[in-house]
Protein backbone atom coordinates (compact mmCIF):
# COMPACT_ATOMS: atom_id res chain seq x y z
CA UNK A 1 0.00 0.00 0.00
CA UNK A 2 1.42 3.47 -0.72
CA UNK A 3 1.92 4.76 2.53
CA UNK A 4 4.12 8.13 2.52
CA UNK A 5 1.33 10.45 3.46
CA UNK A 6 -0.21 7.73 5.67
CA UNK A 7 2.95 7.44 7.54
CA UNK A 8 3.21 11.27 7.79
CA UNK A 9 -0.69 11.30 8.87
CA UNK A 10 0.45 8.71 11.59
CA UNK A 11 3.81 9.88 12.77
CA UNK A 12 3.71 12.28 15.51
CA UNK A 13 3.27 15.85 15.43
CA UNK A 14 4.72 18.36 16.40
CA UNK A 15 3.81 21.24 18.35
CA UNK A 16 1.43 23.77 17.35
CA UNK A 17 3.83 26.66 18.52
CA UNK A 18 7.19 24.68 17.32
CA UNK A 19 9.37 26.91 15.22
CA UNK A 20 11.35 25.98 12.19
CA UNK A 21 14.37 27.76 13.31
CA UNK A 22 14.75 26.25 16.51
CA UNK A 23 16.38 22.99 14.33
CA UNK A 24 19.39 23.14 13.22
CA UNK A 25 20.10 23.49 9.42
CA UNK A 26 22.00 19.93 9.36
CA UNK A 27 19.16 18.52 11.31
CA UNK A 28 16.25 19.66 9.08
CA UNK A 29 18.73 18.48 6.42
CA UNK A 30 18.79 14.76 7.62
CA UNK A 31 14.67 14.56 7.99
CA UNK A 32 14.57 15.68 4.68
CA UNK A 33 16.52 13.26 3.72
CA UNK A 34 14.42 10.46 5.70
CA UNK A 35 11.74 11.36 4.11
CA UNK A 36 12.86 11.11 0.90
CA UNK A 37 13.84 7.55 1.79
CA UNK A 38 11.12 6.27 2.76
CA UNK A 39 9.47 7.38 -0.29
CA UNK A 40 11.67 4.90 -1.86
CA UNK A 41 10.81 2.19 0.64
CA UNK A 42 6.98 2.75 0.07
CA UNK A 43 7.27 2.94 -3.66
CA UNK A 44 9.80 -0.66 -4.13
CA UNK A 45 7.05 -2.19 -2.03
CA UNK A 46 4.12 -0.69 -3.99
CA UNK A 47 5.53 -2.70 -7.55
CA UNK A 48 6.52 -5.42 -5.67
CA UNK A 49 2.63 -5.72 -4.50
CA UNK A 50 1.69 -5.22 -8.45
CA UNK A 51 3.86 -8.04 -9.43
CA UNK A 52 2.55 -10.39 -6.90
CA UNK A 53 -0.82 -8.86 -7.27
CA UNK A 54 -0.92 -10.47 -11.04
CA UNK A 55 -0.70 -14.12 -9.55
CA UNK A 56 -1.96 -14.06 -6.13
CA UNK A 57 -4.82 -12.52 -4.79
CA UNK A 58 -5.58 -9.31 -2.94
CA UNK A 59 -5.89 -10.86 0.62
CA UNK A 60 -2.97 -13.34 0.24
CA UNK A 61 -0.72 -10.42 -0.43
CA UNK A 62 -2.37 -8.49 2.35
CA UNK A 63 -2.25 -11.18 4.95
CA UNK A 64 1.97 -11.30 4.05
CA UNK A 65 2.25 -7.68 4.68
CA UNK A 66 0.82 -8.05 8.19
CA UNK A 67 2.09 -11.19 8.83
CA UNK A 68 5.36 -9.74 8.63
CA UNK A 69 4.41 -6.46 10.57
CA UNK A 70 2.77 -8.47 13.29
CA UNK A 71 6.41 -10.56 13.34
CA UNK A 72 7.86 -7.26 14.03
CA UNK A 73 5.95 -5.58 16.17
CA UNK A 74 6.32 -8.42 18.96
CA UNK A 75 9.62 -7.45 19.70
CA UNK A 76 9.19 -4.35 20.44
CA UNK A 77 6.35 -5.40 22.58
CA UNK A 78 8.24 -7.85 24.62
CA UNK A 79 10.62 -5.03 25.41
CA UNK A 80 8.28 -2.63 26.53
CA UNK A 81 5.82 -4.31 28.82
CA UNK A 82 4.41 -7.50 27.01
CA UNK A 83 1.20 -7.50 27.17
CA UNK A 84 0.53 -4.44 29.65
CA UNK A 85 0.94 -2.34 26.47
CA UNK A 86 -1.73 -4.19 24.67
CA UNK A 87 -4.39 -2.76 27.30
CA UNK A 88 -6.29 0.57 25.49
CA UNK A 89 -8.20 2.85 27.01
CA UNK A 90 -10.44 3.12 24.20
CA UNK A 91 -10.13 -0.79 22.23
CA UNK A 92 -13.13 -0.51 20.26
CA UNK A 93 -11.66 2.62 18.43
CA UNK A 94 -8.28 0.56 18.04
CA UNK A 95 -10.49 -2.16 16.85
CA UNK A 96 -11.99 0.45 14.16
CA UNK A 97 -8.79 2.07 13.28
CA UNK A 98 -7.40 -1.57 12.67
CA UNK A 99 -9.91 -2.59 10.17
CA UNK A 100 -9.70 0.41 8.49
CA UNK A 101 -6.25 0.65 7.80
CA UNK A 102 -6.63 -3.21 6.37
CA UNK A 103 -9.66 -2.62 4.29
CA UNK A 104 -7.52 0.49 3.22
CA UNK A 105 -4.35 -2.07 2.02
CA UNK A 106 -7.21 -4.55 0.46
CA UNK A 107 -8.48 -2.11 -1.83
CA UNK A 108 -5.40 -0.71 -3.05
CA UNK A 109 -3.64 -3.68 -3.56
CA UNK A 110 -6.81 -4.75 -5.30
CA UNK A 111 -6.45 -1.96 -8.11
CA UNK A 112 -2.64 -2.95 -8.55
CA UNK A 113 -3.33 -5.14 -11.36
CA UNK A 114 -5.31 -3.14 -13.51
CA UNK A 115 -3.47 0.39 -12.86
CA UNK A 116 0.01 1.77 -13.52
CA UNK A 117 1.19 1.94 -9.76
CA UNK A 118 1.75 6.26 -10.62
CA UNK A 119 -1.91 6.50 -11.29
CA UNK A 120 -2.69 4.25 -7.89
CA UNK A 121 -0.42 6.22 -6.12
CA UNK A 122 -1.34 9.80 -7.42
CA UNK A 123 -5.09 8.93 -6.56
CA UNK A 124 -4.12 7.58 -2.87
CA UNK A 125 -2.82 11.49 -2.25
CA UNK A 126 -6.70 12.97 -1.77
CA UNK A 127 -6.25 11.16 1.56
CA UNK A 128 -5.19 14.52 3.37
CA UNK A 129 -8.17 16.15 1.82
CA UNK A 130 -10.61 13.25 2.69
CA UNK A 131 -9.37 13.27 6.23
CA UNK A 132 -10.16 16.98 6.63
CA UNK A 133 -13.98 15.97 5.08
CA UNK A 134 -14.71 13.10 7.63
CA UNK A 135 -13.11 15.49 10.48
CA UNK A 136 -15.57 18.06 9.86
CA UNK A 137 -18.52 15.25 9.41
CA UNK A 138 -17.40 12.95 12.64
CA UNK A 139 -14.81 15.59 14.70
CA UNK A 140 -16.82 18.45 14.12
CA UNK A 141 -13.88 20.61 13.20
CA UNK A 142 -14.09 24.32 11.38
CA UNK A 143 -12.47 24.30 7.96
CA UNK A 144 -13.13 27.51 5.84
CA UNK A 145 -13.39 28.65 2.75
CA UNK A 146 -9.80 28.16 1.71
CA UNK A 147 -9.20 24.23 2.77
CA UNK A 148 -12.79 23.55 1.40
CA UNK A 149 -11.33 25.14 -2.59
CA UNK A 150 -8.44 23.26 -1.87
CA UNK A 151 -10.38 19.83 -1.40
CA UNK A 152 -12.62 20.85 -4.70
CA UNK A 153 -9.28 21.65 -6.74
CA UNK A 154 -8.05 17.94 -5.24
CA UNK A 155 -11.34 15.85 -6.16
CA UNK A 156 -10.81 18.01 -9.68
CA UNK A 157 -7.46 16.37 -9.78
CA UNK A 158 -8.37 13.15 -9.11
CA UNK A 159 -11.06 13.42 -11.94
CA UNK A 160 -8.05 14.49 -14.79
CA UNK A 161 -6.17 11.45 -13.01
CA UNK A 162 -9.86 8.86 -13.45
CA UNK A 163 -11.30 10.28 -16.88
CA UNK A 164 -14.46 9.17 -16.67
CA UNK A 165 -16.86 8.77 -19.42
CA UNK A 166 -13.34 8.90 -21.53
CA UNK A 167 -11.66 5.69 -23.45
CA UNK A 168 -9.09 5.96 -20.90
CA UNK A 169 -11.20 5.27 -18.00
CA UNK A 170 -10.56 2.05 -15.88
CA UNK A 171 -13.25 0.85 -13.14
CA UNK A 172 -10.56 -0.21 -11.44
CA UNK A 173 -9.29 3.23 -10.26
CA UNK A 174 -11.78 3.55 -7.72
CA UNK A 175 -10.24 0.86 -5.43
CA UNK A 176 -7.15 3.50 -4.41
CA UNK A 177 -9.44 5.70 -4.01
CA UNK A 178 -12.16 3.19 -1.65
CA UNK A 179 -8.94 2.56 -0.02
CA UNK A 180 -7.69 6.33 0.57
CA UNK A 181 -11.30 6.68 2.19
CA UNK A 182 -10.89 3.51 4.42
CA UNK A 183 -7.30 4.96 5.26
CA UNK A 184 -9.01 8.30 5.67
CA UNK A 185 -11.69 7.49 8.27
CA UNK A 186 -9.12 5.58 10.39
CA UNK A 187 -6.99 8.48 10.29
CA UNK A 188 -10.25 10.38 11.99
CA UNK A 189 -10.32 7.61 14.47
CA UNK A 190 -6.89 7.96 15.16
CA UNK A 191 -7.75 11.86 16.19
CA UNK A 192 -10.41 10.63 17.92
CA UNK A 193 -8.61 8.63 20.43
CA UNK A 194 -5.22 11.19 20.37
CA UNK A 195 -2.99 10.31 23.51
CA UNK A 196 -5.23 8.00 24.63
CA UNK A 197 -2.85 4.85 24.29
CA UNK A 198 1.00 4.24 23.77
CA UNK A 199 1.62 4.78 20.13
CA UNK A 200 2.89 1.11 20.65
CA UNK A 201 -0.12 -0.03 21.95
CA UNK A 202 -1.57 1.48 18.46
CA UNK A 203 0.92 0.24 16.49
CA UNK A 204 0.37 -3.23 18.05
CA UNK A 205 -3.38 -3.01 17.20
CA UNK A 206 -2.87 -2.08 13.72
CA UNK A 207 -0.53 -5.25 13.00
CA UNK A 208 -3.04 -7.55 15.36
CA UNK A 209 -6.45 -6.56 14.02
CA UNK A 210 -5.45 -6.53 10.59
CA UNK A 211 -3.42 -9.85 10.76
CA UNK A 212 -6.79 -11.42 12.43
CA UNK A 213 -9.27 -10.31 9.85
CA UNK A 214 -7.09 -11.33 6.84
CA UNK A 215 -6.21 -14.76 8.98
CA UNK A 216 -10.28 -15.28 8.60
CA UNK A 217 -10.50 -14.29 4.86
CA UNK A 218 -7.41 -15.95 3.63
CA UNK A 219 -9.17 -19.76 3.15
CA UNK A 220 -11.38 -18.17 0.69
CA UNK A 221 -9.17 -17.07 -1.70
CA UNK A 222 -5.96 -19.12 -0.42
CA UNK A 223 -3.57 -20.31 -3.87
CA UNK A 224 -0.99 -22.23 -2.79
CA UNK A 225 2.18 -20.06 -3.19
CA UNK A 226 5.65 -20.18 -4.52
CA UNK A 227 8.59 -19.93 -1.76
CA UNK A 228 9.78 -17.25 -4.05
CA UNK A 229 6.07 -15.17 -3.85
CA UNK A 230 6.49 -15.86 0.14
CA UNK A 231 9.92 -14.07 -0.51
CA UNK A 232 8.19 -11.32 -2.03
CA UNK A 233 5.58 -11.41 0.31
CA UNK A 234 8.03 -10.89 3.61
CA UNK A 235 9.99 -8.16 1.79
CA UNK A 236 6.54 -6.15 1.07
CA UNK A 237 6.33 -6.29 4.83
CA UNK A 238 9.40 -5.49 5.75
CA UNK A 239 10.04 -2.31 3.12
CA UNK A 240 6.78 -0.70 4.45
CA UNK A 241 7.52 -0.92 7.80
CA UNK A 242 11.04 0.41 7.67
CA UNK A 243 9.31 3.08 5.21
CA UNK A 244 7.01 4.02 8.52
CA UNK A 245 10.19 4.11 10.57
CA UNK A 246 12.14 6.31 8.85
CA UNK A 247 9.00 8.57 8.39
CA UNK A 248 8.79 8.43 12.38
CA UNK A 249 13.13 9.45 12.28
CA UNK A 250 12.68 12.37 10.20
CA UNK A 251 9.53 13.70 12.14
CA UNK A 252 11.99 14.03 14.93
CA UNK A 253 14.78 15.53 13.05
CA UNK A 254 12.68 17.69 11.23
CA UNK A 255 9.48 20.51 11.48
CA UNK A 256 6.50 18.97 9.50
CA UNK A 257 6.02 21.65 7.72
CA UNK A 258 9.55 21.50 6.37
CA UNK A 259 9.68 17.91 5.55
CA UNK A 260 6.06 17.21 4.64
CA UNK A 261 6.07 18.55 0.96
CA UNK A 262 8.84 15.80 0.26
CA UNK A 263 6.55 12.86 0.61
CA UNK A 264 5.11 13.87 -2.65
CA UNK A 265 8.66 12.88 -3.99
CA UNK A 266 6.77 9.17 -3.91
CA UNK A 267 5.19 10.50 -7.58
CA UNK A 268 8.47 10.33 -9.10
CA UNK A 269 9.76 7.10 -7.70
CA UNK A 270 6.65 5.51 -8.94
CA UNK A 271 6.83 6.47 -12.27
CA UNK A 272 10.15 6.04 -12.44
CA UNK A 273 9.95 1.94 -11.06
CA UNK A 274 6.88 1.62 -13.10
CA UNK A 275 8.89 2.54 -16.43
CA UNK A 276 11.45 0.12 -15.33
CA UNK A 277 9.75 -2.90 -13.89
CA UNK A 278 6.19 -2.25 -16.12
CA UNK A 279 7.60 -0.36 -18.83
CA UNK A 280 4.76 2.26 -18.39
CA UNK A 281 4.77 5.63 -17.95
CA UNK A 282 1.89 8.32 -16.89
CA UNK A 283 0.50 9.71 -19.68
CA UNK A 284 -0.10 13.78 -19.28
CA UNK A 285 -3.25 13.61 -18.00
CA UNK A 286 -2.31 11.65 -15.28
CA UNK A 287 0.89 13.93 -14.66
CA UNK A 288 -1.77 16.90 -14.41
CA UNK A 289 -3.91 15.31 -12.14
CA UNK A 290 -1.06 14.24 -9.66
CA UNK A 291 0.10 18.17 -10.01
CA UNK A 292 -2.89 19.18 -9.17
CA UNK A 293 -3.71 16.47 -5.94
CA UNK A 294 0.11 17.23 -4.79
CA UNK A 295 -0.59 21.24 -4.90
CA UNK A 296 -3.98 20.72 -2.96
CA UNK A 297 -2.83 18.62 -0.69
CA UNK A 298 0.26 21.04 0.24
CA UNK A 299 -1.65 23.72 0.33
CA UNK A 300 -4.20 21.85 2.73
CA UNK A 301 -1.55 21.19 4.97
CA UNK A 302 -0.31 24.54 5.01
CA UNK A 303 -3.17 26.06 6.23
CA UNK A 304 -3.76 23.88 9.03
CA UNK A 305 -0.71 24.45 9.93
CA UNK A 306 -1.69 28.27 9.78
CA UNK A 307 -4.44 27.47 11.76
CA UNK A 308 -3.02 25.82 14.78
CA UNK A 309 -0.55 28.53 15.11
CA UNK A 310 -3.21 31.12 15.65
CA UNK A 311 -5.06 28.99 17.66
CA UNK A 312 -2.23 28.54 19.37
CA UNK A 313 -1.09 32.29 20.07
CA UNK A 314 -5.47 33.02 20.53
CA UNK A 315 -4.85 30.60 23.63
CA UNK A 316 -1.66 32.46 24.73
CA UNK A 317 -3.19 35.86 24.76
CA UNK A 318 -6.27 34.46 26.87
CA UNK A 319 -3.83 32.97 29.42
CA UNK A 320 -1.86 36.03 29.76
CA UNK A 321 -5.24 38.31 30.10
CA UNK A 322 -6.45 36.08 32.47
Not at 102 to 113: K, Q
Request: glycine residues 8%.
Amino acid sequence: MTSSIASKLAAPAPSAGAQPHHRPVESQLRGTLLMVGSTVFFSVSDVITKELASSLPPVEIAWLRYATFALLVIPALLMNGGGTILRSQRPGLQVLRGLGMVGSSLLFTAGLPFLPVADATAIYFISPILIMALSVLFLGEDVGWRRWSAAAVGLLGVVIVIRPGTSAFEAAAFLPLLGATSWAASAVVTRKMSGRDHPLTTLAYSAFVGLVVLSIALPFTWVAPSWEQVAFGLCIGILSTAGHWLVILAYRHANASVIAPFSYVQLLWASALGYLVFSTLPDMWTALGASIIAASGLYTAYRERVRALERKRAEQGHGAAS
